[in-house]
């Protein structure tokens, strides 16, 4: 079984702030991880994905995360947040080893709101 | 690359009414195709998945049903809508032989009154 965790509904930053949006996981094998972004009445955008190697992830937008086996976790981070990244995000994982229709499972979605 | 195509954009309809939302993939072939529902713009239920003609798998037992007649053509049907099928439902799907990305078409939103 796979699962994943968004702990935080709602995150606020100051523009120019770094960001963080959290994300846990739990898979029996090795996971896949995905971060997608979605602006109001649109469908989800893909950020950025964790497969193997390197921990540190760059993906769109000025966006990157970090794998952490120990801690199951795959936060999506940012330096310098802008007001134009205000929207919902969504962490996502598949167990590496699971079925054909290599399904992910989602989080429920944390809405950043980055303050002018 | 991959384009997602989906039809209607927006769609509202009476209680038991039918329903055809369709989805059509272009710049790739074979791919698998998901059929989610997002309620108050939260968390996505994976309602249909389909790795080929033919062939779908249904998550969680519900008022719809889905049909793949096509390759890239993906299709979500209901004989009547109910109150509770309100919702955005959006169009995925992922390459065989990729790392299994998700590529999300434009969404339909479903307003049933």
């Known amino acids: 079984a796979q699962s994943v965790a968004q702990p935080e509904d709602q995150v606020n930053v100051a523009e120019g702030n770094p960001l963080t949006v959290k994300c846990t996981y739990s898979?029996?094998?090795?996971?896949?991880l995905f971060w997608y972004v979605q602006y109001p009445n649109r469908g989800l955008q893909f950020l950025l994905k964790?497969?193997?190697?390197?921990?540190l992830v760059k993906g769109s937008y000025g966006f990157e995360a970090e794998f952490n086996k120990s801690q199951t976790s795959f936060h999506l981070k940012k330096p310098s947040a802008l007001v134009s990244d205000s929207a919902l995000y969504f962490c996502?994982?598949?167990?590496?080893?699971?079925?054909?229709?290599?399904?992910?499972?989602f989080g429920s979605g944390t809405q950043l709101t980055v303050l002018p | 690359s991959q384009t997602i195509h989906q039809w209607p954009a927006t769609l509202v309809q009476p209680v038991g009414s039918p329903l055809s939302l369709e989805c059509t993939v272009e710049?790739?072939?074979?791919?698998?195709l998901y059929w989610y529902r997002q309620a108050a713009g939260r968390g996505l239920q994976l309602l249909f998945y389909?790795?080929?003609?033919?062939?779908i798998s249904s998550e969680v037992p519900q008022n719809l049903s889905a049909s793949r007649p096509q390759d890239r053509q993906f299709i979500l049907s209901s004989k009547k809508l109910l109150l509770s099928d309100s919702g955005f439902y959006l169009c995925?799907?992922?390459?065989?032989?990729?790392?299994?990305?998700?590529?999300f078409g434009p969404g339909t939103r479903l307003t049933v009154l």
């Open positions: 996502a994982v598949r167990d590496v080893s699971s079925g054909s229709a290599r399904q992910l499972t």
């Open positions: 898979v029996s094998g090795n996971p896949y």
């Open positions: 964790y497969i193997t190697g390197d921990n």
């Open positions: 710049g790739t072939s074979n791919p698998n």
């Open positions: 389909s790795v080929g003609i033919g062939q």
């Open positions: 995925a799907l992922s390459i065989r032989s990729g790392s299994d990305t998700q590529y």
